[in-house]
């Protein structure tokens, strides 16, 4: 199973951004994953699944995908939940940082994106291959300083599975 997780901003500058604005903006992003250790895809490297969703945007708007690190496509050890020791050696690399550590970095990553002045608003979709194909998911609406403690809920909620959700932020 792979865990995509999909960021959706909208500028601030209305409908007139300019391939250079939009260049600009994802080397800040890719320099905000640097810094919390989160890898990063923009556009042509972005998973062939969100092509059509690329292609529909507004010129106002931008996409990119969270994963574990620069060399890897998916966010399947940023984004699950805590495991067992007791499970087996094969999850010991699972483990090696609390969920909420690693919420944390991603809370800490969102609070600096918001902070930039041309980010009108943010739209992260956690578990993304279910959130675009007209499957039940949750939409919340909440603060970036709430998202660690509500992701803790809702992977605790989830048995400590990925949940499938779209997050709105209040900025």
Do not use: W
């Not at 039940?136 to 400590?160: C, G, P, R, Y």
């Amino acid at each position: 199973m792979s865990i995509k997780i999909l960021v959706k901003i909208e500028l601030t500058t209305g409908n007139n951004i300019i391939l250079d604005e939009i260049i600009d903006l994802s080397f800040f992003i890719t320099g905000l994953g640097v810094k919390y250790k989160i890898g990063t895809n923009f556009g042509g490297n972005i998973s062939d699944v969100f092509s059509d969703i690329l292609k529909n945007l507004k010129n106002n708007e931008v996409i990119f995908e969270l994963t574990d690190d620069p060399m890897d496509i998916n966010a399947e050890n940023l984004f699950s939940g805590d495991c067992d020791i007791s499970q087996g050696e094969e999850h010991i690399k699972l483990v090696y940082e609390s969920l909420f550590s690693r919420m944390s970095r991603v809370q800490e990553f969102l609070e600096n994106l918001l902070n930039n002045k041309k980010i009108k608003k943010l739209i992260v979709n956690v578990n993304a291959l279910d959130t675009f194909d007209y499957q039940k998911f949750d939409k919340i609406e909440i603060t970036v300083s709430e998202f660690t403690s509500k992701m803790v809920e809702l992977f605790a909620q989830h048995n400590q599975m990925t949940p499938t959700v779209r997050i709105y932020f209040i900025k």
